[in-house]
């Protein structure tokens, strides 16, 4: 059977989208606290250790909250398929870019790059050439792109080929990395539109 996908209702998406901030304070707070640890009295690390453990409990209730549901509606439900068949995708960056780029797979490569931000933009004037870079765009989207590539280098064959080749041809880590997140988001945003899931040997 195929359902028909019905139109992704606001209340829903502002759950989806409040529950992926939720799970980014939570995931900040937890940073903080172990950055806290150093230089600490056993009595201090202690109580520090324990907040940690509370922590990781809420933001693991964050993340089933999440899935549960993005499970009951099927547009995202078939999204959220697509994109954690990806090596390097899990649920917390399928989850922000559910709730952050509702917009995958709609528009072209171009528009979706230039939206999230990875498209390198120059700082031409007259005859002056500048240096390529990105800015703008949606930040939490970027951030979450980037460790899906930190995870894709190790275990995506796509993106670990594209960074090494970038990498022999001499190009510095960040400009590969930023590469590698323009041309996984490309791949994605191709999967989501055409709904296919990854295969291996995948282009994009």
């Known amino acids: 059977m195929q359902p ?6 606001n209340e829903q998406m502002q759950q989806l989208k ?7 304070q939570l995931v900040e707070m937890m940073t903080a606290e172990k950055n806290r640890l150093s230089g600490m009295s056993q009595v201090v690390k202690e109580d520090i250790e324990e907040n940690i453990k509370w922590l990781q409990k809420r933001i693991k209730q964050v993340e089933q909250r999440l899935q549960e549901l993005v499970g009951q509606i099927e547009s995202l439900k078939q999204k959220n398929r697509i994109l954690q068949s990806v090596p390097g995708i899990g649920p917390a960056v399928a989850s922000t870019l559910l709730a952050g780029l509702p917009e995958l797979g709609q528009l072209s490569y171009k528009q979706i790059s230039a939206l999230v931000g990875v498209a390198p933009l120059n700082h031409d004037s007259g005859q002056k050439r500048g240096k390529r870079s990105i800015w703008g765009g949606r930040a939490a989207v970027r951030s ?11 275990f995506n064959p796509v993106i670990k080929v594209f960074y090494e080749r970038l990498r022999k041809a001499g190009k510095i880590a960040k400009v590969a990395l930023t590469a590698c997140m323009h041309k996984l988001l490309i791949i994605l945003n191709a999967m989501v539109k055409h709904k296919t899931l990854w295969q291996p040997g995948a282009e994009g």
Do not use: E, K, N
């Not at 028909?4 to 209702?9: D, F, M, S, Y």
């Not at 979450?144 to 190790?154: D, K, P, T, W």
């Open 18 to 24: 409040d529950l992926v901030a939720r799970r980014h």
């Open 144 to 154: 979450l792109l980037y460790m899906a590539v930190v995870v894709g280098i190790r």
């Open 4 to 9: 028909p996908v019905r139109p992704l209702l």
